[in-house]
Structures are given as structure tokens and as C-alpha cells.
């Protein structure tokens, strides 16, 4: 969240305007202004590059407390919009000039160059350490190399011609670049920043050599050419505009003299660096030194310069930029628009450098009134803009002030260009609300902007909005508007998140066809001239390359007590239980039903629910009592909401089974918040496994729906699906070995919601422990400190696991194959360095005990996409153009790593949109793997998923910590506000809280796959 946007308020009072020679009818001037709301409402646009934006900022309201201004020198009737240039020696003195002042006057110290998140990747860590990256334990921990390809690829499979959407970015080794660190004073906003460089550069250009230098919008320039000085101070004249539909017609000729005022920024440039491309070109190339790593700093200044041209047409947001240009806005419910985008970031392939460009999606806040806001975002207050009278709980408060802080908004009730940002609501409502004047006498907030403005407080008793965090200063709700160009950061509603999905929902034509246009439209990354004024040529076509088609395994179901092979034909894989049981069948005699809700019909279908739930459970041969051990129980709805009464409810029910269920079935009436508690109270104060379902899915009792709820629960209480036919030792046994027992593990860490900025985040670790099988799994979870992702307490939860391990099987694993998901390439280094040393810390607790380790991230929030190549007619399997690559579609090669192992299987089939591969790149490899092994390794992983019939798109291992990582954050987002429920103190702390241990998990359920 950038400080430098808004006002930091020091002084929340301009000079304040006589306006009693304006004519505001009485009757009519509350008309007045909602008109102006209602225009602006319907005003929905972003940036646009031909003039000077229309910033929406705000002045400082009316004096509450007294300011002093420093303003700058008025200038001579003559002055002209044209730059001061100073051109300096090399000094760190400042020059005195006088400037124009803010309120965000204090400039923050930034760091030199973070480069983008994607271009971070470290590729060579280090030069020291073994060839096989193993380390004495105990020993002072080496450097680590990040493992290499062993090969030159994958053989196994028929080929598949595909596209990727990566476009070849050709550059000039030998091109020059210069950075400058820019420090503009007072401190602007990122789009001010941009008109500033833009007028710099219009006026400055035989100062700055003729070039037109690339900016981040921050502090780094990058130039083609050198300037004439190391060192520039130049000073800008910056014409500041208001938006004409915030003002009354009889305005107009106050707005002309408005558009004739200045603001004067100065502008220190200092060159900082200077370097070429030879290191990058040398870096890509095959016969490169293995000892290069990635030049960040040149990868850097040309993803500025290829984002520059997009940036001045499009808001962005992370890596990504949107324009209502490409395909509008849509409504989608409760004060937030879907707005379309792209993706776009510069990658090292082993074809080169490629600009990675994909279709993007996200919802924005709209651009309305506070008050048709605060309708549409809050049910409670959907009739808000009716009742004018109406004022806040104590409860609905809070809910306003969720979700209004933050936000920034504009005023409109006098002509202005600054905005402010919501720190809180004010405590009273807008009719008690007064301030001292420049005499230290107060004035009552509704009377000021009588006399002041001769404008009536409609909603006096709803409180204002309070936009300083240090003093008050105090804007009324009905006079504030939202600024366009926000990102929606609150958690969407189910609702919001259908049509948000549905919006970025395209086929693989459409996709292309989308990604294509950008590349060829006006705001895409080729939209600009700053490619050509750095010699960089990107092209417009899909990267095209072929992809290979593993072959899926077969696999091992049951029948009637013996085994059956099934091997999967369909196109999408998919396989179905109709003439089998599953592998492995549990037997549960011991369970009970508890309803919440529901009307007397929905009710009354529960025996018939529980009669053909045990029927569809024999035919996949799990035996599930037709008896429960006590019958039905119904309760309302409301139970759910106190924590206590579900506790004591669902602990009635245990006694009253004698204390031993294996299964508590749990039917809903709709989604609730209590869910948590539910899942919470059953897994660490009861002890039982539970499973819910909704009424309305067993008012329908499909044969699907019935199978897909017993294979959940036969996974939970011990059984298993289905295994592979063919055991990982009989189709690898160069690695596997029957008498030697391997471990898979996945790891992965949930981080609270954005908005949320104190709560722990959750990590979970699980590892499998039966052999050859592989298909049951044990889990660990931890609470740490708010958005660490380094799992702390990996150690100790490997330990664990291991133990568990040795339990079952009475050895310890033979190889340790460890899938750690949710870590950034600007993160490889480090989750690398330090959770690989923790599992061979967890080893050596085992005397003599040193497995080798392979340790592999999986990332599924990438944007690389694979099409069918349609321009090959030969291909036989590309007749189906418009579907998604089938499963077992793997690629690794040209638009992966130019030397380290990495490669995307996109294993499963994707039923709507266009499929995300999965990426799976391997850091650490003491088992050597080869590409094709490793490959053929975790697509029969994905068949063994317990939950379905078909090949899912994450390895089991990671897929299972990511669900134990979410049932986590479920006990903790509940647990935690209810023992200890923080305050607003603390969710504005420096530094967040200590992490709230999650509750201990009942010994019965521990070792169950209960968060399936």
C-alpha cells in the first residue's frame, strides 16, 4: 500500500474559499449534488495517455485544525509551463529552491532496484558444495547449487504440436543501458510520478541526449543513452487539471482559471549504473559459463522498458496492467466491476528471452458515491440512499469501517484534485461532529458547510469518514466518491467470485485469440517505442514447440474381495467405479447424523438419504452400518452460530454413542461460518472424523453425488481409492526397491487474507507411510509468525512424520522425495538453503540416518498457458483445436529453464476455461533423477488421489498439504477470534502478534486423512 498517493493530513484544512457569492438554491442544491454523484457513478474510465490525467485527489477539508502552508513564490504573469533546468557538478547538497508543498511532503527511503517478482529467480546460488549438494550435518552449512537438467529432456510419449504463450524477445547485446535513481519533491503519487517524467521528458530532450528513458514510476530511470550530467536537478511546472463533471455549469469560468495553476515539483536525477546485455546473452546461451548468474539488474531495466508504454494506458496492478479497452467493465455485485487485463514478464527459456503474456482478470471497487457503495457492498444497508435518517450499531459500524478503510475517495462538493485515503469512521455521528476554527472556536461540521458551502448534511446521522490517521479531519459519507482504479482486496462473496471466474472462462481459442490481440493491439507490451529506442524486437507469434503425451498407468481397483486392473481410455482420463469397489474398503459400524436446519420436507428425506448412502457404499465395497448408533438429531440453524451450545451438542452426541464414533455425518441447511467450529470441535475436542453435505445436494441423491460422498469418507476413516497396478518399484527399479521403502512428502503454507495484518499464517506438512502404494498419508500442521513463508517448525514436523513412518512400516524411508508448493521464484534460494537443512536436521535425530533428498517446487500461479497447434492438419489429435491439451501433456523444453530442471505436465483434463500446467521445478537431487523418470513419477502420483476418479492437476503430496494447510486456517480463523479476540490496537501493530498455536489434534483422528 503506497503512503505516497494520498495525504498523510498534517494539515486538514486548506485555505478555506469564500463561496457566498455562489448561488446554491436552497431547495434544489442537495439535487445538485446528487446529480454530480449520480454522473460520476456512471463514469467508469482509466488513464488516458493524450493529456494530463484528471486526478480525483482532494484539497483538506475546512479548518479544523489550523494549518501552516508553505507555499511557493506566485509566479510572474509570464511564466510558462517550460522546465527549469539546473544542471549540476556532483554534489549531495540540496539546492533551496523553493516548492510547492503537500502534505505526503516526507519522502520515503527506497531500496535501489527490486527487480520484478518473476525476474528474481537466483539460478546460480553458489560455485562451493558437492556435486550431489549434500553437506556434513553439523557442519557450517555451504552454498547450495540449484540442481541442473541431467539430460537434454524427456523421450517418453507421442509428440504433440503445441503453442505456448511466450513471445521471443531479441535484444542487442551490446546496447547500453544507464540507470538513474530518480527523487522527485514533494512526493507524488505513482500516476503524477509519470506525468512529471512525461513533461521532463518533452521539455528537457537536449538535456537528457534525445532520448525517451523508460521509468518504474518510483525511483529508477533507464535510459538508452547517457545524459549530459551524472548528476540533473531540474524543476517541473506541472499543470494540475479538475474533472469538469465535478462541477456546477456556473463554474466554468472559475475552472478556466483553476487550469492555469501550478505546481512546482523538483526532480533530482543521479546516474547510478551502467551495463550491457553481453552477461544476459551469455547467460541464454548453451555454451555459456555454468558459473553466470541471472544479470537481475539488466532483466530489470527491460521489463521497465517493455511495461512502459502499457503503464501509460492501463492501471496496474502487480504484474499485470487493465483497460476498460479490452472488453469493457461488468457489474459484479456489491460495489465491485470485473475489469479484463493482461499478464505480462520477461523469462529466461532455453530459446532465449521470452515475454511470458497471458489473459488476465480481476475485480476493481466501482467508481460510485459512498452511500450507493455502502448499498450495494452491505446487505443491511441496501435501502441506505432512502433513508436519510438512519444511523450505525455498534456492530453495523464496524462492518461500514471493514469496508470502507483503505479505500480512497474524492469529494465533489467544491472543485479539487486530491484524494484521501479511509483510516476509520469517526466515533460520533455528522450532526454531533464540531471543530475548532483559526480562533480556537468550535464549529459544528453541519453548520460549516451550510455558511461555507450552502450545502445541507442530508445523512447527519451517519458518522463521517475520518481520513487522517493522526488528527481529525473529518469528509461526510454523501459528499465522497470512490476513485476509479482500486483493486477489490475484500474477500469476494460466492456470487462475485462465479462472475469474476466466468468473465476470465475462455476456451483455448478464445485465450489465444485474446492474448493475440494485446500482443497486436494499442496497449499491449509492443504498443510503445521504448522497444525500439533499446533495440529490443519482440514478436508477435506464439511460441511454437512440441510437447509429448505420457501414456496413463494402470491401475488397481477392487471386486468382490479380488483385484481388478483398470486402465484409464477415455480422452479426459477419467474412469468410473460401476463394475468396481474401490482398492481398499473400510468397514464403519459406529456413526451418527446430525442436521442443521432445513424445512420439514428436506428433513424428511434424510432416512431415504441415509438408505441409499449405505447402498451406493456396499456397491463400492465399503461397509457403512445401516443402523446409526443413536438416531438422527436435528437442530436449528442458530446452533451454529454459538460455539459453546455446537460443543456441547456434538459431545451429547459422542456420549450418548458411548463415546466411540468413527463417523459423524453432518447435513446443512447452506453454507455457514460455523463450518469451521464444526470441523474444529470434532477433529481436537471430540476426536471423531466428520463429514458434511448440504440439504439441497440430497434433495437430488445422483448416484455422483452418493459415490463422490463415500469415496470422501472411506478416505477419511483409513481405506484408500484406487493404487497403481504396476508398482513404483517394478516401473522404476534403478531408484525403487519392494525392501526399500521411499517417502513423498508435500509441504505448503496458507497466509491470511490481504486485508488481514496479524494473523498467523498456517503451515502443513504431509508425508505418506505405506510402500509401494504411496496413497496414505499422515499430516502435520503449525501456526507461525503473520506471512512467513519459510515453514519454521519443518524440522519438527518431519520428525514427526518419520516416526509415524517407522511406525507403520518398522524402517525408515530409503529416499526422502519432498513437493513444497506455494514458493515464488524470488523465494527458491532461500526456502531452499533453509527447509532442506531442517529435513536433514529432522534425519540426524535417526542415528547413522542420511536419505538422499529430492526436493521439488510445484507452482500453479504461473500464467504459462499450452494451446493445440490448429496450423498442423497431420496431427491427428490437434482435430479437437478448441479443447485443452490432454492429460499427461508435458513439456520441458524451449519455454522452460535454459539449464536448471524444471518442466510443466499439465496432468489433468480441463472441463471449462483453458488448463493450467502445473510446474514442477527441482532444486535439490541427490536421487538423480532423469527427466523422463521423475516426469512418468508424478503423473501416476496424480492418479492415486483419493477424493475422485480421475487424474488431478497437482501431485498428491502438495495437493494434500495445501487441504491440511486450509483445514489450519479453519480452526485458526475461528479459534483464535474466539479465545482471543483482538482488538483495533492490534490489527495497526508495528509488527505482528506472536502466532496463536493451532488446537492439538484428538490421537484418534491425527493419522487419519481427516482433511480430505
Same mark, same amino acid.
Given at each position: ?54 486526478? !480525483? ?15 511557493? !513564490?506566485?509566479? !510572474? ?114 500516476e503524477v510520478a509519470r506525468l512529471i517524467k512525461r513533461k521532463l521528458v518533452e521539455d528537457n530532450l537536449n538535456v537528457l541526449s534525445g532520448a525517451l528513458p523508460a521509468y518504474d514510476g518510483r525511483k529508477n530511470l533507464y535510459s538508452p543513452v547517457e545524459f549530459q550530467n551524472d548528476r540533473l536537478e531540474l524543476y517541473i511546472s506541472l499543470p494540475i487539471l479538475t474533472s469538469k463533471s465535478m462541477l456546477q455549469c456556473s463554474e466554468s469560468i472559475k475552472l478556466q482559471e483553476k487550469q492555469q495553476q501550478l505546481k512546482l515539483f523538483r526532480v533530482n536525477i543521479k546516474l547510478v549504473s551502467k551495463f550491457d546485455g553481453k552477461e544476459l546473452s551469455s547467460y541464454l546461451s548453451k555454451e555459456g559459463d555454468e558459473g553466470i548468474p541471472l544479470p537481475q539488474e539488466y532483466l530489470h531495466a527491460l521489463d521497465v522498458v517493455l511495461r512502459e508504454g502499457p503503464t501509460e494506458k492501463c492501471v496496474p496492478v502487480g504484474r499485470s496492467l487493465y483497460s476498460s479497452s479490452m472488453g469493457g467493465t461488468k457489474d459484479i455485485g456489491g460495489g465491485a466491476i470485473g475489469l479484463r487485463g493482461f499478464f505480462q514478464s520477461l523469462r529466461p527459456t532455453q530459446q532465449g528471452l521470452a515475454l511470458n503474456v497471458d489473459f488476465s482478470v480481476t475485480a476493481f471497487h466501482e467508481s460510485i458515491g459512498v452511500i450507493p457503495y455502502l448499498a450495494k457492498r452491505l446487505e443491511f444497508l441496501h435501502d441506505l440512499s432512502q433513508r436519510k435518517t438512519r444511523g450505525l450499531t455498534d456492530e453495523e459500524k464496524k462492518k461500514v469501517e471493514k469496508a470502507l478503510k483503505n479505500i480512497r475517495v474524492f469529494v465533489c462538493h467544491r472543485e479539487t484534485v486530491q484524494r484521501y485515503r ?528 480421475? !487424474? ?61
Amino acid at each position: 500500500m503506497e503512503e505516497t498517493e494520498e495525504s498523510n493530513n498534517k494539515k486538514c484544512t486548506p485555505k478555506t474559499r469564500n463561496s457566498r457569492g455562489r448561488t446554491y438554491p436552497h431547495n434544489s442544491q442537495y439535487h445538485q449534488i446528487h446529480h454530480q454523484l449520480l454522473q460520476n457513478s456512471n463514469r467508469i474510465g482509466f488513464f488516458n495517455q493524450n493529456q494530463y490525467q484528471c486526478y !480525483p485527489a482532494l484539497l483538506p477539508l475546512p479548518p479544523i485544525i489550523p494549518l501552516q502552508i508553505a507555499v511557493a !513564490p506566485p509566479l !510572474p504573469q509570464n511564466q510558462t509551463f517550460r522546465t527549469q533546468t539546473h544542471l549540476r557538478k556532483p554534489s549531495w547538497k540540496q539546492n533551496s529552491h523553493p516548492l510547492a508543498t503537500s502534505s505526503d511532503s516526507q519522502v520515503p527511503n527506497f531500496s535501489a532496484v527490486p527487480a520484478p517478482e518473476v525476474l528474481q529467480q537466483q539460478t546460480r546460488l553458489s560455485l562451493q558444495g558437492k556435486k550431489d549438494g549434500s553437506r556434513v550435518m553439523g557442519d557450517k552449512p555451504q552454498s547450495l547449487v540449484v540442481a541442473r537438467r541431467p539430460d537434454t529432456g524427456g523421450k517418453e510419449g507421442p509428440i504433440i504440436a503445441l503453442l505456448a504463450n511466450h513471445f521471443l524477445v531479441q535484444f542487442d547485446p551490446l546496447q547500453r543501458i544507464y540507470h538513474y535513481d530518480v527523487e522527485i519533491s514533494p512526493n507524488p503519487s505513482r500516476e503524477v510520478a509519470r506525468l512529471i517524467k512525461r513533461k521532463l521528458v518533452e521539455d528537457n530532450l537536449n538535456v537528457l541526449s534525445g532520448a525517451l528513458p523508460a521509468y518504474d514510476g518510483r525511483k529508477n530511470l533507464y535510459s538508452p543513452v547517457e545524459f549530459q550530467n551524472d548528476r540533473l536537478e531540474l524543476y517541473i511546472s506541472l499543470p494540475i487539471l479538475t474533472s469538469k463533471s465535478m462541477l456546477q455549469c456556473s463554474e466554468s469560468i472559475k475552472l478556466q482559471e483553476k487550469q492555469q495553476q501550478l505546481k512546482l515539483f523538483r526532480v533530482n536525477i543521479k546516474l547510478v549504473s551502467k551495463f550491457d546485455g553481453k552477461e544476459l546473452s551469455s547467460y541464454l546461451s548453451k555454451e555459456g559459463d555454468e558459473g553466470i548468474p541471472l544479470p537481475q539488474e539488466y532483466l530489470h531495466a527491460l521489463d521497465v522498458v517493455l511495461r512502459e508504454g502499457p503503464t501509460e494506458k492501463c492501471v496496474p496492478v502487480g504484474r499485470s496492467l487493465y483497460s476498460s479497452s479490452m472488453g469493457g467493465t461488468k457489474d459484479i455485485g456489491g460495489g465491485a466491476i470485473g475489469l479484463r487485463g493482461f499478464f505480462q514478464s520477461l523469462r529466461p527459456t532455453q530459446q532465449g528471452l521470452a515475454l511470458n503474456v497471458d489473459f488476465s482478470v480481476t475485480a476493481f471497487h466501482e467508481s460510485i458515491g459512498v452511500i450507493p457503495y455502502l448499498a450495494k457492498r452491505l446487505e443491511f444497508l441496501h435501502d441506505l440512499s432512502q433513508r436519510k435518517t438512519r444511523g450505525l450499531t455498534d456492530e453495523e459500524k464496524k462492518k461500514v469501517e471493514k469496508a470502507l478503510k483503505n479505500i480512497r475517495v474524492f469529494v465533489c462538493h467544491r472543485e479539487t484534485v486530491q484524494r484521501y485515503r479511509v483510516c476509520s469512521l469517526t466515533e460520533d455521528a455528522t450532526e454531533n461532529l464540531c471543530f475548532p476554527d483559526r480562533d480556537g472556536k468550535n464549529l459544528r461540521l453541519v453548520n460549516y458547510f451550510k455558511d461555507q458551502y450552502n450545502y445541507d448534511i442530508q445523512f447527519k446521522n451517519l458518522p463521517c469518514l475520518q481520513v487522517s490517521r493522526s488528527k481529525p479531519c473529518y469528509l461526510p459519507m454523501e459528499l465522497c466518491m470512490i476513485c476509479e482504479g482500486q483493486k477489490f482486496l475484500g474477500k469476494l462473496s460466492d456470487d462475485q467470485t462465479a462472475r469474476i471466474i466466468k468473465m476470465g472462462c475462455q476456451r483455448p481459442r478464445e485465450r489465444k485469440a485474446i492474448i493475440d490481440g494485446v500482443m497486436e493491439g494499442p496497449v499491449g507490451p509492443t504498443s510503445g517505442n521504448q522497444g525500439r529506442e533499446f533495440s529490443l524486437h519482440v514478436s508477435r507469434e506464439m511460441t511454437r514447440l512440441n510437447g509429448r503425451i505420457l501414456q496413463p498407468p494402470k491401475l488397481k481397483l477392487g471386486k468382490g474381495g479380488r483385484v481388478r486392473d483398470l486402465t484409464p481410455s477415455r480422452r479426459d482420463c477419467q474412469w468410473n467405479l460401476l463394475d468396481s469397489h474401490v482398492f481398499e474398503g473400510t468397514r464403519i459400524g459406529r456413526w451418527a447424523l446430525v442436521s442443521f436446519g432445513g424445512t420439514a420436507d428436506q428433513k424428511s428425506i434424510v432416512p431415504k438419504f441415509i438408505n441409499q448412502l449405505t447402498q451406493r457404499c456396499e456397491q463400492l465395497g465399503i461397509f457403512l452400518n445401516k443402523k446409526t448408533m443413536i438416531s438422527p438429531q436435528y437442530e436449528p440453524m442458530q446452533v451454529l452460530n454459538n460455539v459453546a451450545l455446537l460443543e456441547s451438542k456434538l459431545k451429547k452426541i459422542h456420549r450418548a454413542a458411548f463415546n466411540n464414533l468413527q463417523l459423524l455425518i453432518c447435513v446443512m441447511e447452506k453454507k455457514h461460518k460455523g463450518y469451521g467450529d464444526l470441523k474444529r470441535i470434532a477433529e481436537t475436542r471430540i476426536g471423531v472424523v466428520s463429514q458434511c453435505c448440504l440439504y439441497p445436494n440430497l434433495g437430488k441423491l445422483s448416484s455422483q453425488f452418493l459415490a463422490n460422498l463415500a469415496l470422501k469418507i472411506n478416505a477419511k476413516i483409513g481405506g484408500c481409492t484406487v493404487a497403481l497396478y504396476n508398482s513404483l518399484p517394478s516401473q522404476m527399479p534403478r531408484l525403487f526397491h519392494h525392501d526399500d521403502p521411499v517417502i513423498f512428502m508435500g509441504a505448503d503454507v496458507t497466509h491470511p487474507h490481504p486485508l488481514d495484518d496479524s494473523s498467523p499464517s498456517v503451515a502443513a506438512v504431509v508425508g505418506s507411510v505405506n510402500w509401494p502404494a504411496a496413497n496414505k498419508y499422515v499430516s502435520r500442521m503449525r501456526s507461525q509468525t503473520h506471512r512467513q513463508e519459510i515453514i519454521h517448525d519443518l524440522s519438527a514436523m518431519v520428525g514427526e512424520i518419520l516416526d509415524d513412518f517407522h511406525e507403520e512400516l518398522s524402517k525408515l524411508p530409503k529416499r526422502i522425495i519432498f513437493f513444497r508448493d506455494g514458493v515464488s521464484e524470488t523465494q527458491f534460494y532461500k526456502v531452499l538453503e533453509q527447509e532442506l537443512q531442517a529435513i536433514k536436521v529432522a534425519c540426524s535425530r535417526f542415528p547413522g540416518y542420511k536419505p538422499p533428498i529430492t526436493f521439488a517446487v510445484v507452482q500453479k500461479r504461473h500464467h504459462t498457458r499450452l494451446f493445440p497447434n490448429e496450423a498442423n492438419p497431420s496431427s491427428t489429435r490437434n482435430q479437437f483445436f478448441d479443447d485443452n491439451v490432454p492429460p499427461g501433456t508435458v513439456v520441458d523444453t524451449v519455454v522452460t529453464h535454459p539449464k536448471e530442471f524444471d518442466f510443466y505436465l499439465c496432468s489433468h483434463w480441463g472441463v471449462k476455461g483453458t488448463s493450467r500446467p502445473t510446474h514442477y521445478h527441482v532444486l535439490w537431487d541427490e536421487n538423480h533423477f532423469t527427466s523422463d523418470e521423475l516426469q512418468k513419477l508424478v503423473y501416476n502420483l496424480c492418479y492415486t488421489f483419493v477424493r475422485c476418479t480421475k !487424474p488431478v492437476s497437482l501431485v498428491p503430496p502438495a495437493y494434500y498439504a495445501h487441504l491440511a494447510a486450509y483445514r489450519g486456517r479453519l480452526y485458526l480463523d475461528r479459534y483464535d477470534s474466539t479465545s482471543f479476540p483482538r482488538t483495533a490496537s492490534t490489527l495497526s501493530r508495528a509488527a505482528p502478534p506472536k502466532a496463536t498455536p493451532l488446537p492439538k489434534l484428538s490421537e484418534s483422528v491425527k493419522n487419519l486423512m481427516f482433511y480430505c
